[in-house]
């Protein structure tokens, strides 16, 4: 019988068990198997040898072959067995869990002083039977200029304040486009409040910055006067700001309504007698509004012969700085839990 030829098989299955012994993980076995009884394996180029052989001894040859073969698989399959056997005991004991331990505390956040004015806000409206509507943060040019009386050559159009995204697409600098958009639906009379976030290319300090927050407001219906207008807004101070609160109506210029005013409410701190917080003024600056322009309402398909209107924008950020007493705005916006647990 021909040595040669058992010598080379004798030495194939040493290394194969020798390789074996080794392999740690799957991959290793997989390199066994096809290095030694794969289609370019060393079993088959062994078998390339057979025509060297005698052919009396060919026979015994091949099923010395086959036996190191089964040999060669079966310990394969043993040594996976092995290797499966420890991964699983390694997961186990990487993911045991002591349900004894105490848990670790999941750490909550807390409602931002935005969000809180935003509440209170919409506590107040609602309860005078507003509804609150949004709108989008990209506007049509359109919508946050056009339909709300404001030409193409006002200032507030320049590039230096507004952010375009072409020149039809801004985002919007005021939520006073809610208005134009809700009054298109018709549907009235109306009473709504559009909270949401503005933006205006302003440098970051510490009372400006290019994101922030107005809530605006509108109500149409027949025979709205300054009258109504005054009495919401003034019960809507006396909310805020406590039931002593004075308001003052400041003549003033928007182009969306006529006339326009801005509300000014008497200082919470020092009851109107000027302090440091009002600036020695006895008044704070609260908000704008107006009664709603006639050619606004008819932009927007509503006849001004029949129905009349007031609106108003306040600057959250605004309502929220003085009534938590914050004297810096980019506080608002870090998002530091240590501040915001305050409120
Ligand atoms: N949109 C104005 C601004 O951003 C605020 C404002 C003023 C809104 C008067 C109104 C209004 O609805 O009537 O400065």
Known sequence: MDSTMKEKLDAIVREAEEKLKKAADPDALNDVRVNVLGKKGALKELMKGMKSVAPEDRPKIGALVNEARDRVTAQIEERKKEIDLKIMEDRLAAETIDVTLPASKAEIGHRHPNQIALEELERIFIGMGYEVIEGPEVEWDEYNFTKLNIPPNHPAKDEQDTFYINKDIVLRTQTSPVQARRMEQGNLPIRMISPGRVFRSDEVDATHSPSFHQVEGLVIDKNITFADLKGTLDKFAKEVFGPDTKTKFR?????????????????????????????????????????????????????????????????????????????????????????????
Request: proline share 5%; net charge negative; charged share 25%.
């Open 251 to 343: 003549p003033h210029h928007f182009p969306f309504t006529e006339p326009s005013a801005e509300m000014d409410v008497s200082c919470f701190k020092c009851g109107g007698k000027g302090c440091r917080f009002c600036k020695g003024e006895g008044w704070i600056e609260i908000l704008g509004c107006g009664m709603v322009h006639p050619h606004v309402l008819e932009m927007c398909g509503i006849d001004p012969e029949e129905y009349t209107g007031f609106a108003f924008g306040v600057g959250l950020e605004r309502i929220a700085l003085l009534k938590y007493e914050i004297d810096d705005m980019r506080l608002l916006y870090e998002n530091d839990i240590r501040f915001l647990k305050q409120f």
